[in-house]
């Protein structure tokens, strides 16, 4: 097993060079075909004041700037991926909303993992991507980045954050290819007598077996959270454990905008200093 088909989604060209070079080099020495894809407009509404008619001009004006960050970000992707010497290919797709990750679905749904950079916020750069689709639309896991777009090569270390959930089992499986190249993995859980699809006494036990028979050897490690976050409590696992790559599952439904997107997962996109590979 083995990812072949990489989907890295670029939302801007600054993009480009730290998802191409961290691919290039975690992929190395694999057969893998890269493809690239920017989402720009498909249609521009602008309305001119005092009576409300579009204003030719901007649209066409719009047209054209759309047209040049396709051109750019399409331009800077093929030379960064013959200069690394990748198998690839350019996928420029125009939607209404003009969102890259929306408009990657359909190639993120036959792509064995998707790549993206998360934003430099202390440069203020903005989420230009809605990764919530890539997530729980895209049907793949998807790595994500830390803004400076490093990722150790070789991946040697990795800590799996497990609470024996649908999700967290995904994840876990879906990063077979990783865990078998490590050196050390670890599968930390946190406060396991609240989890409910965890059996405390055996915290991590099933998992770790289940890898074994894949030749991975995992340690298990459980941990309480005390007066701090899961989020950090995992955080702080990482950084002992000096971890290159941190493996959760995204979470659904009730607690999707609760846990997802304003608790563990959504500290970690914003906060964690290594890459994280999630899936639903």
């Not at 960050?69 to 990748?86: H, I, N, P, Y």
């Not at 290919?89 to 209404?96: F, Q």
């Not at 050390?184 to 409910?196: C, E, Q, S």
């Not at 905008?257 to 994280?276: D, I, Q, S, Y």
Request: aromatic share 4%; net charge negative; with cysteine.
């Amino acid at each position: 097993m083995a990812y072949h088909t990489i989907l890295a989604v670029l939302a801007t060209e600054a993009d480009v060079a730290p998802v191409t070079r961290a691919i290039a080099d975690f992929a190395a020495g694999s057969s893998v075909h890269l493809i690239g894809c920017h989402g720009e407009p498909s249609q521009f509404v602008v309305l001119s004041a005092p009576i409300d008619v579009p204003d030719a001009t901007t649209i066409a004006a719009l047209y054209e700037q759309a047209d040049a960050r396709m051109r750019e970000v399409g331009d800077a992707f093929s030379k960064a991926c013959d200069t690394a010497g990748l198998s690839h290919e350019w996928r420029p797709v125009r939607s209404p909303a003009g969102d890259s990750a929306l408009s990657a679905l359909v190639s993120a749904r036959s792509a064995d993992l998707v790549v993206v950079r998360q934003p430099d916020r202390s440069a203020n750069e903005d989420m230009a991507s809605n990764i919530e689709a890539l997530l729980f639309e895209g049907g793949r896991p998807v790595l994500f980045l830390p803004p400076s777009g490093k990722l150790a090569a070789p991946i040697r270390r990795i800590v799996i954050a497990w609470d024996g959930s649908r999700e967290a089992a995904r994840a876990a499986h879906d990063a077979l290819p990783l865990l078998k190249a490590a050196e050390a993995v670890d599968i930390v859980i946190v406060d396991p007598d609240k989890l409910p699809d965890i059996d405390a006494p055996l915290a991590g036990t099933d998992l770790a077996a289940c890898l074994s028979r894949h030749g991975i050897h995992a340690n298990v490690t459980t941990t309480s959270r005390g007066g701090g976050s899961t989020a950090k409590a995992i955080m702080a696992q990482a950084t002992a454990s000096n971890a290159d790559l941190v493996v959760m599952g995204a979470y659904t439904h009730q607690r999707l905008r609760e846990w997802l997107f304003g608790g563990v997962t959504r500290a970690f996109l914003e906060n964690a200093p290594v890459a994280v590979l999630m899936s639903r």
